[in-house]
């Protein structure tokens, strides 16, 4: 009788247990943006057949240890190593004079992300530390950066208005992902660091109001970096060497910088290079001294002309070897055309639609093949970009290659083409009946060719002919906006953070590209939620930028009530202003959740109409306002908003403010939900 109660209370015991890891997989999982239900499902019904069968065959008391070792295994974020270099990091910070509580975390028998430590966010996995924020807390320890950059997932790191001591060293190299560097007010010091440059993620850089002495390093090939605080320190040599095409905000002010300050595009004024006697230019209205030629340097100048002169001569012979060949080519037998465009066209196919198994096999055959041939010449070639993708890619491996249509739209379709078996695969977009001629689709091609930003997707390849155009892209295989936000989920697990996070670093991208094609008057034209992609690390980048020419239709919800505020002649500017809308309804859809148009109501108007009737909270989502988003900062890009969608195009403002604007917005987010 024993025997029976007790196998039977150690079979209760271990289904227990087997039911807590279930419901705690559970109830992490609910919280990812990757959450599977059928795999949570599984692995749950997986662990409880093994207790069902524990129960049936009076499993022994010795698989106890084994189930409250799955249990705590589960439960773990960060691994030990990295939560020791975090305690370490903290101690050095601390340095005994900081009274720390239970409350504080930051010890060995808790968990950084499930115990939520002071200053600490993670994933939305709760797995592994993502931002660090110990702001104005009176730390007066010594700053290791190298302990904070075990977590090597960290992106934000902000240590602003303490008393810390120490400097910055070469360990840093180690936050390969890091955005944020936020360390002013302190007591910092020594020489920045070389390995500041690996940083190629870095975006915001704050190192004003401390010791920092030495020169700076080479920042010009971090072209995400859009702001540079160095003020009040000791800083010297000439001034940084930065992207100053991409940054938004600069101050070197109070240091002892020298030499001339260089081409800032006109983008910052003379108190961003204040308190420096050794700068010299135009900005600060001293001019630089001349300095004589040496003869060394005019031995130097006398070889570089040697060598320029010869690649001139070069390049000729290569021009004239090029012209022969075209003639040489030209002299070929009509004939010899005839048979290629003869053999073009049997290429070219369309969709079957029969249903036997060869028509399967068709179905994922191309739509987009040339069925003529132009003014007696040849097939025109594929014209492949500088991306590393499109090397060796030629046009008859995209008529070859089987083929999915993803969709159509307005202005064309879209294509899945998967080349080497699968190995590589690309988006292709057929373009038909657009008003721009051959010449100038090439010209924006290249022009888009030469001007990169790592959240706008580039071109790899393009077709260009009179009867239609091709433009041949990565293929991002985690989805757009619009099915995250109007999806099977709906945003449910697309919370008031990744939403801003996706406002700001489409803002800003679309800023750079403003910026960089304003002169050439090349704007996205068709930017909507469905543009915008996620790549392989689920970040946003902008797709199909400057396919599209503007059209007045397009530029507001009431353009004709607005139309004398904008100069006919100036399609160029209503291009970018028409952005600059698009980009306002965007904004609106991560705010409410709503797609543009739902059963004929346009979602600016409504939006537009519960604001006047004082009804703003009705606009929000309810998943934000559930998830306890700040209502201040939903209203406040509410407004950024609502400057975007003005009617007149001359009130909206420019994309660069914009950015600003959003950036500053979702900074103060991140100092906030680091705090408990």
Known sequence: MIIVISAIWQSNVVNALLFSICSYQQHMMKHTLSYKGNESTLSCSFLLTIGFSSRMNRVSVRILPVLIFLLFHVSKSEDEEVKRSLVGFMDKLAAGNVGRDQSWGWNMSSDPCNDKWIGVSCDTLSKSVKKVVLDELNLTGVLDIGFACKASSLSVLSLHSNNVVGSISEEI????????????????????????????????????????????????????????????????????????????????????????????????????????????????????????????????????RFFIYSGYAVLCLIVVLFVAFKLVSKMKPKDDKEAVETNTSRR???????????????????????????????????????????????????????????????????????????????????????????????????????????????????????????????????????????????????????????????????????????????????????????????????????????????????????????????????SFKADIYSFGVILLELLTGKPVHTNGIDLARWVHSVVTEEWTVEVFDKVLISQGASEERLLNLLQIALKCINPNPYERPNMNQVAVMISTLKDEEDRSSSHP
């Open 173 to 304: 190299r180690n936050c390969k992902h890091l955005t944020h560097l936020y360390v002013s007010g302190n007591q910092i010091s020594g020489h920045l660091p070389v390995s500041l440059k690996q940083l190629s993620n870095l975006k915001r850089f704050d190192i004003s109001n401390n010791n920092f002495s030495g020169e700076v390093p080479d920042f010009s090939q971090i072209s995400g970096l859009i702001t540079f605080f160095a003020q009040n320190n000791q800083l010297t040599g000439e001034v940084p060497n930065l992207d100053f095409s991409h940054l938004l905000q600069l101050n070197i002010s109070n240091n002892n910088f020298s030499g001339p300050i260089p081409d800032v595009k006109g983008r910052f004024s003379a108190d961003s290079f204040s308190g420096n006697p050794g700068l010299c230019g135009e900005l600060v209205s001293k001019p630089c001294p001349s300095t004589p030629p040496s003869k060394r340097k005019s031995n130097h100048s006398s070889i570089k």
């Open 348 to 574: 070219s196919y369309k969709t079957s639609t029969t249903t036997s198994n060869e028509s399967k096999i068709a179905e994922n055959k191309s739509e987009y093949s040339i069925s003529s041939v132009e003014s007696g010449v040849a097939l025109s070639s594929l014209v492949v970009l500088t991306s590393p993708t499109g090397q060796g890619l030629r046009f008859e491996d995209l008529l070859r290659a089987p083929a999915e249509l993803l969709g159509k739209g307005k202005h064309g379709s879209l294509y899945k083409v998967m080349l080497d078996n699968g190995v590589t695969t690309l988006a292709v977009k057929r373009i038909k009946d657009w008003s721009v001629d051959s010449k100038e689709f090439k010209r924006r091609m290249k022009r888009l060719d030469q001007t990169r930003h790592p959240s706008v997707l580039p071109s790899v390849a393009f077709y260009c002919s009179q009867q239609e155009k091709l433009l041949v892209y990565e293929y991002q295989p985690n989805g757009s906006l619009f099915r995250l936000l109007h999806g099977a989920q709906s945003g449910q697990a697309f919370g008031w953070e990744s939403r801003l996070n996706v406002a700001a670093i489409v803002g800003e991208a679309l800023a750079f590209m403003h910026e960089e094609l304003g002169e050439d008057g090349i704007a996205h034209g068709n930017l909507k939620s469905t543009n915008i992609l996620f790549n392989q690390n689920k970040d946003p980048c902008i797709s199909e930028y400057g396919l599209m020419v503007f059209q007045t239709q397009d530029l507001s919800f009431d353009f004709q009530s607005s139309k004398d505020a904008l100069d006919p002649a100036a399609p160029t500017y209503g």
